[in-house]
């Protein structure tokens, strides 16, 4: 075993010291720059930056960091601290199992796009100007998702078809592409380089097609698609150019098959498919987030009550006269009861209909209430113009919306003049906020935080891409406008181009195994995978490799230990915790994703904490077994803490309720086992919370 | 060729260790043929003086039933220990601790007081309690220390397997025997008995469901048990997913939830505390009020939890008394 000091530039030197029999110790300048040949059995302590850091260096290393700079360097504590936690890591690491080098070959170079958006386009068409095969699969009978779907694009109101038809004339303009329409995903196995994803293609009803329009005169059905209204068999300019039939609505009365030109079927079955991938983009782009839910709006509720999308279309169609509108913003937005988040792109959505409707009916009064509003970068002009053109900005949020009189009326305070008002409307605007596509990021294992994939998050982290292979592009990745979705789409083909660069790529993320001599087939571990990637095949517990995600909930779960996460075994982070923890020290059991960085913040910010705080890195909290705490108190530890990402922003899904189940437990154990049950606590941490760290170790310190 | 010979003895148990030697019914006939029982307190007239008299190592095996809890009793076993080639706990005292191990949650004294003074029929007005030495006009008399601590057999010897089980059944009884006459026994210091958990042969996991979700948790005594279902399907506490099987799966065939006499499997060394880990798994609430009321429900934790290992966990009592 070696351990790999770093003095960071002759800042920390280490006196020799002997660390036992096939340890040695070498102490380098500055590890983060150097290469190191460290074959893939290999185990080594790696002491210098934090693992945040340090780990994406080491990627093919059984590795325990030890983290000299942030915690014992910056905090100035003293240099027989790094030398226990050096030792300690040793006595980890001898019991450890090591992490398997799992190749992955990039057996498909070609690539499977989710959403025929103006994102999911682009992808498709950079990724064909590579020379790569591209499969797209859109949910909807035609292309251009929500761009198609608008009237004119923010700032300048540049019609929605001067943007998406060249996109979708130049993908169409490489023949390396297929596209399947009415298409959904029905499930995906498989790992990087080597997915396959099962679709299910709706039936379209119209099988061949010459663009007469006849069968939509005949029809009898209208529809109100979001505010325009359409027959039951429509057709949209984008792709492919057949009329198609909405079977939800459609009565099947056959008046369309008696005049149609080419060939109708109404009774035409689905389709169902497999296609295999190297990489996977998810470019699903926007959902609306559902306005009804905000029941003080009325919304289906009061006539007149729209969202936006309805009133662009309903405006630009001519259904729509309006001459006294009220935009409703952030109608379930940044609300405790509805979405938390700002969906950054309905500030301009509405500004950009506010323009629309000033242009087209010059009488018209609009008002535009507000809590905040949130015209970053240029889009502040365009509230100036709005502003100049005597639209009215409210700041308040209105309370409620009802009907008096035929008329409308919202009620809402102005924050501006301090008055209560009720404004008689005949039009009210709801102008909503965007959620995520949880369903399928779930069916993909994408590590979700507050609900969006992760990496949204950590961009900063400068590692774009998602877990194994799945890239997201454009709104999927966060609400986005046009010019941000497509900016978006490129980093995600570049990304897919760079993966496909190689022919296989190499990845020691630690899994959980399964010991079949010890393992009972109790279940235990199966419903308490956040990625459904345990299963029973053939009688025996089966862990699918390109599934886990290394969280170690069910490893932790085993009443046996037979699934045991590799590099953080029961009887590893036991010799850790005993090598580590003494007489009246506090251990630290914080989650990598949460309460870990707070301990690194607390060292930037010079937030002090009690040296006797023993701080060891968990792969989530929900990871910590009970035993460990034991191993702990029984060493003298005065106290123990789990930290752990707040409640919903666990990125295992549900590890720090599970860690909550076993503190609540574990406490009332202690309690009766003349412990004070106060000495094992799980706290909610953030990354940036070293103030909250520091103050929960003191506390505990007294 | 004289007989291999055999000790049996007991420290703190219940007797029913004794029970199942008497269980083997006609197998004891074999048992007599192949060895010869040199100690074996409650059934034949040895003494102590007996055993000290024997040369060392003459003992093939000693089976100690019992937690060792006085100072007599750990004077025995290390006597035995040094007469007999191999010492085998048996049953889940000597192994675990056992029932009489959930002492410790208290120590001398409180247990004392208990049962010297402030039990209903008892009365000690004058505080008398048990002396390890009273003077009488007829001479000094003596008792064994009675320990703070209920210890296994393990803690307090060195031992060679363990025969697991509240009391261990026959047929493991008899596999034992086997396996040391014919000498086929596996590497020291193990648990004479299958190494996975119970859940393997019982007959109830094949209705447990692909996801255990329970949302609250129900005792036996307050439900009648479908016969057929998993008891943690059900919401009732079973250790049988932590503890090791082999035992025939008596008590769930009985339609009773296993307490886990059998210990813990191997990896595991803290039964208790394991299974906790696993039970707040398969807890289904998100809601942190919610779960500190289902963490509440469960009366007497320690008693369900380490019913029989308390002395073998990590802490093995209450501390700071």
Known sequence: MRVLVCTCKGKIQLPKKDLGPNVILEQHDDLCKKKFQIKPDEKVVIAGCSPTVMEGLFPHATAEYVNLHEHVVLPGHGIEKAWDLITAAVAKLEHVTPVTTRVFPIKHKEVIVIGGGIAGIEVTSQLARNGITVTMIEQKPFLGGTVAQLDRLYPEGTPYGHTLMPQIGNMLQNDTSRIYTNAEVTGVTGTVGNYTVSLHTHPRGVIECTNCGKCADVCPVEVDDAGKMRKAIYYEPTYPDIYAIDFDTCTRCGECVKVCEGKISLDEKGIDKEIQAGAIVVATGLAWYDVARVEEYGYKRLDGVMTTLEFERAVTSGRLNPKKIVFIYCAGSRDSKHLLYCSKICCFLGLKEAKLVVDRFPDVQVYI??????SSGTFEYLYNTLRERGVSFIKGKPSEVFQRNGNLV?????????????????TVVLSSGFTPDTQTFNKLGVRLEHDFPILFENASLGNMELPRGIFTAGAATFPAGVRD??????????????????????????????????????????????????????????????????????????????????????????????????????????????????TDRAAYDRVAYPQNVRIIRVPCSGAVDISHVMDALQNGAKGVLIGGCYPNACHYARGNFRAKAREQILRINLDLLGFNKNSVRLEWIGKDEARKFASIVKEMNK | MAKPLVAFYWCASCGGCEEAVVDLAEDILKVVDAVDIRLWPVAM??????????????????????????????????LLRKKSQLVIPFGACAHLGGIPGLANIANKKEIFETAYKLT???????????????????????????????KTLDQTIEVDYYLPGCAPPPELIMQAVTAILEGKLPPKGSVLTVDKALCETCERNKSKPDTLAIKDIKRISHVIADPEKCFLAEGIICLGPATRGGCGERCINANMPCRGCFGPTKEVKDMGAKFLSSLASIIDVDDEKEIEKIAESVIDPIGLFYMYSLPSSILKRKQGV
């Open chain 2, 45 to 78: 007239d040895f003494k102590r003086a007996d055993v000290e008299a024997m040369e060392d190592k003459s003992i093939a095996v000693s089976f100690i039933n019992g937690a060792v809890r006085t100072e007599e009793q750990e004077e025995m076993v290390k």
């Open chain 1, 369 to 374: 209430a507000a809590m905040d509003m949130r």
């Open chain 1, 485 to 598: 979705a497509l900016i978006d789409a490129r980093k995600a083909a570049f990304s897919v181009v760079n993966l496909f660069h190689q022919d296989k790529i190499e990845m020691q993320q630690p899994n959980a195994v399964v010991n079949e001599d010890l393992c009972s087939v109790c279940r235990m571990c199966i419903g308490t995978c956040p990625y459904g990637a345990i299963s029973i095949v053939e009688d025996k517990i089966h862990v699918d490799e390109t599934l886990c995600m290394g969280c170690g909930i069910c490893a932790i779960t085993c009443p046996s230990y037979a699934s045991q996460l590799e590099g953080f075994n029961p009887a590893a982070l036991s010799s850790h915790i005993r090598a580590l923890v003494r007489q009246g020290d506090i251990l630290a059991l914080l989650c990598k994703w949460s309460a870990y960085n707070a």
């Open chain 2, 120 to 150: 209903r029929s008892t009365q000690n007005p004058k505080g008398i309690y048990p002396q390890t030495t009273t003077d009488t006009p007829y001479g000094k008399l003596t008792l064994p220390e009675f320990f703070d601590t209920v």
């Open chain 1, 410 to 426: 919202v009620r809402t305070e102005d924050l501006y003049t301090n008055e209560l008002l009720e404004i008689e409307a005949d």
